[in-house]
């Protein structure tokens, strides 16, 4: 009879364990699945590193200090990496600023405005 019982314990234990086991490594695969990280368009980065919204405003339209609506340029991508690199009026150069790489980026980025 303590066979028995001895037993039927062990395999409750072993059921248990079982059922309890397999709902753990769920919960801790979906806590260590790797989270998507919303990917920053490096032109965007690059104007907030060179502080373009000072001026133009994170949309583009701030127009302070008479700077231009860069939401409504018609300016070329080879124009506006000119000016950014140059800078034009009262707009400082940004080619010591930023690499040529964040140059372009900004000047493409300027058409998602």
């Known amino acids: 009879m303590k066979n028995l019982v001895f037993g039927l314990l062990a395999l409750m234990i072993v059921l248990v364990s079982a059922c309890g086991g397999s709902e753990k490594k769920e919960s801790q695969q979906k806590q260590e699945a790797p989270k998507k990280v919303a990917q920053v368009d490096p032109g965007k980065k690059a104007y907030r590193k060179a502080a373009c919204n000072t001026c133009h405003g994170w ?54 405005l």
Do not use: C, H, W
């Open 59 to 112: 949309d583009g339209k701030k127009g302070m200090y008479n700077s231009a609506d860069l939401s409504q340029t018609q300016m070329t991508i080879e124009e506006r990496i000119e000016i950014i690199r140059k800078g034009k009026g009262d707009m400082n150069a940004f080619e010591d600023v930023l690499s040529p790489q964040e140059i372009e980026a900004v000047a493409k980025y300027l058409d998602k």
